[in-house]
């Protein structure tokens, strides 16, 4: 089973629908993100969080929220979708202080249209 | 702020040529530098890393070295094969790699596609 996985691969949705993208970790990691790949853009941070206490944005957080629920789970929300924000979708974790776990392993991403 | 530049792409070559693929960043402090790797349909995946200037990283007959004096961390494999038809991201850390790489950032990513 994937340590890091994400819920739906893929969606389509309506302009101003809310939209709610889930990521689940078992590795344990203390430290979760969110990010959106655009083509020609590379990856950019949406949020990021520490521990369950602790939420910060990231390059471009506005449009979106997310909950810390637990540990193992990341949630990233989009309240009122807009059609720039179609984009593939990654969560990442890590966790330094793991020994020799200071990279960050991804999900398999979540392609999200709106229309 | 930090950032960093790779090689536009697409590159394509044939099986068993050599690549090359730029990179170079700006940053203050020490950075650690990245290349992860993203097959299609999956996430990204580390492929080697650097923690210091002059290290080497090296994987799957991948290698880059930490150039601090030009800034550059360019990836390398003599003979490549089919099978690394994939999206390749440089990056790097905003802070010691033994406290955890907690905020990096990409380059655009190159596509690579080998032809038999």
């Known amino acids: 089973d994937a340590d890091v996985t994400q819920t739906p691969r893929n969606r389509i949705t309506k302009t101003g629908k809310r939209i709610m993208l889930e990521c689940s970790q078992t590795k344990g990691h203390d430290r979760m993100y969110w990010y959106r790949q655009d083509p020609g853009l590379g990856l950019r941070l949406i949020y990021y969080s520490f521990d369950v206490k602790d939420i910060n944005k990231g390059e471009i957080s506005d449009g979106y929220s997310v909950s810390r629920q637990a540990q193992a789970k990341f949630s990233l929300s989009l309240e009122s979708a807009i059609p720039n924000q179609t984009a593939l979708y990654f969560c990442a974790t890590s966790d330094p202080g793991l020994a020799g776990e200071d990279e960050q392993f991804f999900g398999p991403g979540t392609r999200l249209t709106v229309l | 702020g930090n950032s960093v530049t790779q090689m536009e792409g697409p590159v394509t070559l044939s099986e068993e040529a050599f690549l090359t693929i730029n990179c170079t960043y700006t940053?203050?402090?020490?950075?650690?530098l990245f290349w992860y790797v993203q097959y299609p349909g999956e996430g990204l995946q580390l492929l080697l890393k650097a923690t210091k200037a002059d290290d080497k990283g090296s994987n799957k007959g991948f290698e880059a070295t930490y150039r601090k004096e030009t800034t550059s961390f360019h990836l390398e494999k003599g003979s490549v094969q089919v099978s690394d038809s994939a999206v390749y991201f440089c990056?790097?850390?905003?802070?010691?790699?033994?406290?955890?790489?907690?905020?990096?950032?990409f380059g655009t990513g190159t596509r690579l596609t080998i032809i038999p």
């Open positions: 940053a203050t402090g020490y950075p650690s």
């Open positions: 990056a790097l850390s905003d802070g010691p790699s033994n406290f955890g790489n907690e905020k990096l950032t």
